[in-house]
């Protein structure tokens, strides 16, 4: 069974930092693609940054340069470094896991979500 287990969200100021994490199990961490991904109310959810199994990583053009996605593949654990955060990156955030079985399907699996709040 496959399980996504966020941690971290919380409340922050304008400016200020924060850091996600989620632990994966069930799968083989070290060859899934990873990412986080948001959803504010009344909003899509979209895509705020991935990285493949070889450490690439992918950003969503409004957190270049503050958001830093990471993962250690010994602790199963995928993170997101966010920096110099807006009121506009509050949303829930959810973790995603993208596996491949052996006939080449896509499956996705996704955490609970964790709700990151920054107030002006």
């Known amino acids: 069974q496959v399980q996504l287990v966020e941690s971290g969200g919380g409340l922050v100021q304008a400016g200020g930092s924060l850091r996600i994490s989620c632990v994966a199990s069930g799968i083989t961490f070290s060859t899934n693609a990873m990412g986080w991904y948001r959803q504010a109310p009344g909003k899509q959810r979209e895509l705020v940054a991935d990285i493949n199994s070889g450490g690439g990583t992918n950003y969503a053009d409004s957190v270049k340069g503050r958001f830093i996605i990471s993962r250690d593949n010994a602790k199963n654990t995928v993170y997101l470094q966010m920096n110099t955060l807006k009121p506009e990156d509050t949303a829930a955030y959810y973790c995603?896991?993208?596996?491949?079985?052996?006939?080449?399907?896509?499956?996705?699996?996704w955490g609970q979500g964790t709700q990151v709040t920054v107030s002006s």
């Open positions: 995603n896991a993208k596996e491949y079985n052996n006939y080449g399907i896509l499956y996705n699996y």
